[in-house]
């Protein structure tokens, strides 16, 4: 059994589908995690939201003991958590930062991400189905290690 890829989701994201659509869409937090369960196929993941930035950081450290790889939407975070993008920093396998919205789109606040500079790859404004590409991606990513 290969280790696992941990799917990461920040503040907030477990309102989805039920505020702004027309920025974030109509799919739901639990419809997000069976398009990534359908993508990963039979690769084992882990599928977590907080809205703590302290439990997100314990769930980083434990993806950075256990994980293969990690997909990882901070959300707000994204923006000014050092602590997150240092906890980011030592997680050894690939790691990929993404938004359902393209944030380089949006109002400046939205412009700046301090965990682009630590992710191998950033994805932004493909939409919540936009997971499914991050799954099948980082598993390629595992894959060519
Ligand atoms: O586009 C994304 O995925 C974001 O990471 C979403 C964050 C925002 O701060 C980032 O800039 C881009 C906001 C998530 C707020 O969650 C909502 C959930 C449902 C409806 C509206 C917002």
Redesign the pocket.
Known sequence: MPAPIYILNGP??N??G???PEI?GHTTLAEVEALCRDAAGDWPMEFRQSNSESELIGWIHEATDNGAGMII?P??F?FYSMAIMDALKMFPGPLIEF???N?HRREEI?HNSLVSGVATAVIAGLGAQGYRVAVSELIRLIRKD
């Open positions: 907030n994201l309102r989805l039920r505020r702004e974030y939407n959300a707000a994204t938004h359902i919205s944030i939205y």
